[in-house]
Nanobody
């Protein structure tokens, strides 16, 4: 099992980024996945919970700004991030997780290596 994130970078507030997570060793079609992030000095937090390829719930802090999607042909997960704010600065991780309704890092079985997102004001 391998998860490889890409697409991070530096952007000004109000800008957009699209993160990608290429997975191998399993197919996304029926997988339960999640996007998480960790800011310096803070605990890792869930961003979006994805069950059977469909986003089930977003963190309140990103609702209306972030959208998760997937490309089955490429076996790749995406996170479109719009209207970025400085408080979105963090390392973003995609993860395969147990199929729960929650966004707890404790449910994760496999992590990617992370990609850094920095938003300047």
């Amino acid at each position: 099992v391998r998860l490889v994130e890409s697409g991070g970078g530096s952007v000004q507030a109000g800008g957009s980024l699209r993160l990608s997570c290429a997975v191998s060793g399993f197919t996304l079609t029926f997988a339960c996945m999640g996007w998480f992030r960790q800011a310096p000095g803070k605990e890792r937090e869930g961003v979006v919970n994805i069950r059977s390829g469909t986003p089930q719930g977003y963190a309140d802090s990103v609702k209306g700004r972030f959208t998760a999607s997937r490309d089955n042909a490429k076996n790749t997960l995406y996170l479109q991030m719009n209207s970025l704010k400085p408080e979105d600065t963090a390392t973003y991780y995609c993860a395969r997780k147990r199929c729960t309704s929650g966004l707890s890092a404790a449910d994760v079985t496999d992590w990617g290596q992370g990609t850094q997102v920095t938003v300047s004001s």
